[in-house]
């Protein structure tokens, strides 16, 4: 079974650093797309930065600049850089990924989520 397992959580001061770690275990025959999603309370969820298989990536206008994605393709891993973190920034982080568990077969997989918490 596919898995996805966000660390990297938790509390920090404004103006500080995070980096949040996705890993993929389980079977399956490639990683497709990866992205990093947030949601506030109240709020939805926020699509924050995306990376496709071939390295290119995308941000949102409030993390561009602070946050920096990036993949290991050799460990299955994804990152979120997160510099000069602001309150605003506070929210659940989900990882999300479309993974092919056989060739062919492309699944849409989230994480649990993890916590960020910007202190002011």
């Known amino acids: 079974q596919v898995q996805l397992v966000e660390s990297g959580g938790g509390l920090v001061q404004a103006g500080g650093s995070l980096r949040l770690s996705c890993a993929a275990s389980g079977s399956f025959f490639s990683i497709n797309f990866m992205a990093w999603y947030r949601q506030a309370p109240g709020n939805e969820r926020e699509l924050v930065a995306t990376i496709a298989d071939g390295g290119s990536t995308n941000y949102a206008d409030s993390v561009k600049g602070r946050f920096t994605i990036s993949r290991d393709n050799a460990k299955n891993t994804m990152y979120l850089q997160m510099n000069s973190l602001k309150p605003e920034d506070t929210a659940v982080y989900y990882c999300?990924?479309?993974?092919?568990?056989?060739?062919?077969?492309?699944?849409?997989?989230w994480g649990q989520g993890t916590q960020v918490t910007v202190s002011s």
């Open positions: 999300y990924a479309r993974i092919e568990r056989v060739r062919g077969d492309l699944r849409r997989y």
